[in-house]
């Protein structure tokens, strides 16, 4: 049997990487082990659904309307989260509409986009040469920030620029800042190929990954339905039959539910697109750069222990077919599920946790600080809970 270590990291899963290729197909099965902690590109080499999975085919996407019609509910709310409005084609981004004319001087390099009833416009200017075209995509609601492609030879690009929220205006896109292009070429955007912008799309729309292949021909802006319970086609089919027999009560093995995965399961389930345990240990990933990893910085705290709770997966905290709440008291009664209230009462064993000296209320205020990532402008919630020491600094 695999064993725990200290953090909950599955110690069977170094053998998978570096033993000979015997123990790597005794780990890879038809399906993956409900204990395994995993990457997520090892996660997407098993048949069943998960986040970002390739598809032979877009035929088995119906569309949001379709799932509508029974979940109509859930539908109407989740188009309007930041999943549902992470992608949209740029001629339709609300942040360029509302934004006629977003300007950035960096240097001698001047970054300019307008947008007009006619479309919109990415300009870029070194002082002696010119270059100009009109935006494809835009990525992020707008609220943290809102990045942007464009198409050119049959190749996409991300803009050297984007807008973020806190600004109001544009800033380098995260990470991709230079000081010294060596060309007008350079400082407009860099190139967006192969296995990368499989996964931007994926992340960020329904039904892109077909073949293992970037395919827009269908795609559906957004993270709608189908992108985390998976193509519908079968269970619309399943579920009209059952509705003409008079029996469209019955449980559907049709589609995937991802409220009835394990908790560590579940976790890496959304970590697919917000980052596993695993992915951020691949990736190398250090510093602030971890803390829009919210799965992996779950898996820190010490509420989380090895095998995970389900009282502390992502979903119970966040119902992704709602908007998120921003109201820190609406957290509380997740935090006293485990907690106790009163200094007075001892943990049982379905209540653990001791009760906090502090206070009852705006759990999350002490307990979830907030870091600023300056590449984003933006003040990000730590998923790390724990006891946060006066004036500690953000713990790696």
């Known amino acids: 049997m695999p064993t725990m270590n200290s953090g ?9 990487f570096t033993a000979p290729c015997l ?38 996407y119906v569309g949001a309307a379709a799932c509508s019609k029974c979940h109509g509910e859930q539908a109407a709310t989740q ?5 549902g409005r992470t992608a949209a084609a740029a001629a339709g981004s609300e942040i360029l509409k509302s934004h006629p004319q977003l300007t950035l001087q960096a240097g001698p390099i001047g970054y300019r986009i307008t947008t007009s009833t006619g479309g919109n416009l990415y300009t870029v200017n070194d002082g002696g040469r010119t270059d100009s075209v009109s935006l494809t995509w835009s ?18 690009y991300e803009s050297r620029v984007s807008y973020f929220g806190a600004l109001n205006g544009l800033d380098f896109t995260p990470g991709r800042k230079l000081t010294d292009p060596k060309d007008l070429e350079q400082a407009m955007a860099r190139p967006v190929t192969g296995s990368e912008v499989v996964r931007c799309f994926a992340c960020h729309s329904t039904a892109s990954t077909i073949d293992d292949k970037f395919d ?11 992108a985390c319970h998976g193509p519908g086609r079968n269970h619309v089919i399943e579920k009209e039959v059952q509705q003409f027999q008079g029996n469209g009560g019955q449980h559907s093995e049709t589609i995937f539910d991802p409220g009835k995965l394990a908790p560590l399961d579940a976790v890496d389930f959304c970590g697919a697109c917000h980052g596993t345990y695993w992915d951020v240990k691949l990736q190398g990933l250090a510093g602030t750069a971890k803390i829009r990893a919210q799965p992996y910085r779950i898996e820190m705290s010490r509420c989380w222990g090895t095998k995970g709770d389900a ?13 998120l709440a921003h109201d820190l ?17 001892k943990p049982t064993a379905d209540h653990p946790g001791p009760a906090c000296k502090v206070a009852t209320k705006d759990c999350t205020s002490c307990h979830m600080p907030r870091y600023e990532d300056s590449t984003m402008h933006y003040t990000f919630t730590d998923h790390y809970i724990r006891v946060v020491a006066p004036h500690s600094s953000y713990p790696d």
């Open 8 to 16: 909950g990291v599955i110690k069977w899963v170094f053998l998978c």
């Open 23 to 60: 123990l790597f197909a005794m780990c890879v099965h038809a399906s993956a082990p409900s204990w395994a902690q995993m990457a997520t590109e090892d996660r997407l080499l098993y048949r069943g659904w998960w986040p970002r999975h390739s598809t032979p085919s877009a035929d088995g």
């Open 79 to 83: 188009k309007n989260t930041p999943m």
């Open 139 to 156: 990525f992020g609601d707008g609220h943290v920030g809102q990045s942007y492609l464009f198409e050119r030879g049959g190749t996409l």
């Open 216 to 226: 827009s021909s269908r795609m559906i802006p957004g993270i709608t339905c189908e």
């Open 311 to 323: 009282r502390l997966t992502c979903v119970a905290c966040h119902n992704p077919h709602q908007p």
């Open 329 to 345: 008291s609406a957290y509380d009664k997740i935090c006293l599920n485990c907690h106790v209230t009163t200094l007075t009462s």
